[in-house]
């Protein structure tokens, strides 16, 4: 099976992103943000997340019923897979261990090579 690529978009609160990034950049060392020569690549867009936590959320920020603006960034990376979704299936599991949210929020993108 071929390979493809994905992006991996995720949000997370500011003070967390380099902790995340780290963590994910040594879990999955193999296929995670290499582009080339280029290891431990993303981009980073900061910005302004909302949320309301609901009944029987558990949130590590905010409180039941309030909404919650949060400084957060946008973080992508480049993922490598080898066409069956496991690379991608495990940095996704990866993120959800290590990302502080307990809910995260997440994007994946088949990239087409043109």
Do not use: W
């Amino acid at each position: 099976m071929a390979s493809v690529r994905f992006k991996l978009v995720f949000f997370t609160p500011r003070t967390d992103t380099a902790k995340v990034l780290n963590q994910l950049f040594s879990k999955c060392p193999q296929h995670l943000g290499k582009i080339g020569n280029y290891e431990q690549c993303a981009f980073i867009t900061p910005g302004v997340g909302q949320f309301q936590p609901a009944q029987g959320a558990n949130p590590t920020l905010g409180t039941l019923g309030v909404l919650e603006k949060v400084e957060e960034d946008r973080v992508e990376i480049l993922l490598h897979d080898k066409g069956e979704r496991r690379e991608l299936s495990d940095a996704i599991q990866a993120l959800k261990e290590v990302h502080p949210y307990e809910e995260v929020a997440y994007d994946v993108y088949r990239l087409e090579d043109v």
